[in-house]
């Protein structure tokens, strides 16, 4: 019989890049929405940056802002497969999607005044709890980690969905993570255990937090 191998997998996990300017001010959570100039030559850094890193897996979101790095990260790769994790997908804002944050402090401003002191974490109506972003995301996490014992798997995704991890790697609520902060095309590396039969997951370990693409390349 052969051994499970338990070796942690190493987990890049990416920030997507600048969001298109008429984007930004905009409550978009979920809603697939492009990159900007800038985004893009992030996503170029974070491609350059991974080009000697062997990945087992090239995950994202399948939003076009994490697919477009994604896309870069698998050319010059042979038989690299687009692989889609719905699980990643950014915070649904559910009726706030697509709203201007100017016409939620104008029309809202109880609510307008609820988003600025949680600093983006307030759950808007018709949408997504940070619980339950977490609740979503995590078992994501941990079945690339388990189906890559021991390899790197890269995933592009988006800022609510990177704090999600980190906090789970430090044992932190889901209400401190706006604390947590990484900049558009950002890179954070976690060593995420593989889930055992019968036992209690492993605790994943924060390696680097806050690892910007440009001029960093990663063994």
Same mark, same amino acid.
């Given at each position: 019989?052969?051994? +499970?191998?338990?070796?942690? !997998?190493?987990?890049?996990?990416?920030?997507?890049?600048?969001?298109?300017?008429?984007?930004?001010? !905009?409550?978009?959570? $979920?809603?697939?929405?492009?990159?900007?100039?800038?985004?893009?030559?992030?996503?170029?850094?974070?491609?350059?940056?991974?080009?000697?890193?062997?990945?087992?897996? +090239?995950?994202?979101?399948? /939003?076009?802002?994490?697919?477009?790095?994604?896309?870069?990260?698998?050319?010059?790769?042979?038989? $690299?497969?687009?692989?889609?994790? &719905?699980?990643?997908?950014?915070?649904?804002?559910?009726?706030?999607?697509?709203?201007?944050?100017? !016409?939620?402090?104008?029309?809202? &401003?109880?609510?307008?005044?609820?988003?600025?002191?949680?600093?983006?974490?307030?759950?808007?109506?018709?949408?997504?709890?940070?619980?339950? /972003?977490?609740?979503? !995301?995590? *078992?994501?996490?941990? $079945?690339?980690?388990?189906?890559? &014992?021991?390899?790197?798997?890269? +995933? #592009?995704?988006? /800022?609510? #969905?990177?704090?999600?991890?980190?906090?789970?790697?430090?044992?932190? *609520?889901?209400?401190?993570? *706006?604390?947590?902060?990484?900049? &558009?095309?950002?890179? #954070?590396?976690?060593?995420?255990?593989?889930?055992?039969?019968?036992? *209690?997951?492993?605790?994943?370990?924060?390696?680097?937090?806050? #690892?910007?693409?440009?001029?960093?390349?990663?063994?």
């Amino acid at each position: 019989m052969t051994p +499970i191998d338990s070796t942690p !997998t190493r987990i890049l996990l990416a920030r997507h890049g600048e969001v298109d300017e008429v984007h930004r001010g !905009t409550i978009y959570g $979920a809603l697939d929405v492009p990159l900007s100039g800038t985004g893009i030559l992030q996503s170029e850094a974070l491609a350059k940056a991974l080009q000697d890193t062997h990945l087992d897996a +090239i995950v994202s979101s399948g /939003l076009q802002r994490a697919e477009t790095a994604a896309a870069l990260v698998r050319n010059g790769r042979p038989g $690299a497969a687009r692989r889609d994790e &719905p699980r990643f997908r950014e915070l649904d804002r559910g009726h706030w999607a697509g709203m201007r944050i100017d !016409t939620l402090k104008s029309e809202r &401003p109880d609510d307008f005044r609820r988003w600025t002191e949680s600093r983006g974490a307030l759950q808007a109506p018709g949408g997504e709890s940070l619980g339950a /972003l977490r609740r979503r !995301t995590l *078992p994501g996490f941990q $079945a690339w980690a388990d189906a890559h &014992p021991g390899g790197t798997v890269l +995933i #592009v995704a988006h /800022l609510w #969905v990177v704090r999600s991890a980190v906090c789970e790697a430090l044992q932190i *609520p889901m209400d401190r993570s *706006p604390g947590v902060g990484l900049p &558009p095309g950002g890179l #954070v590396e976690l060593s995420w255990p593989r889930s055992e039969p019968g036992e *209690p997951n492993g605790r994943p370990e924060l390696v680097q937090l806050g #690892v910007a693409a440009m001029g960093r390349v990663l063994g």
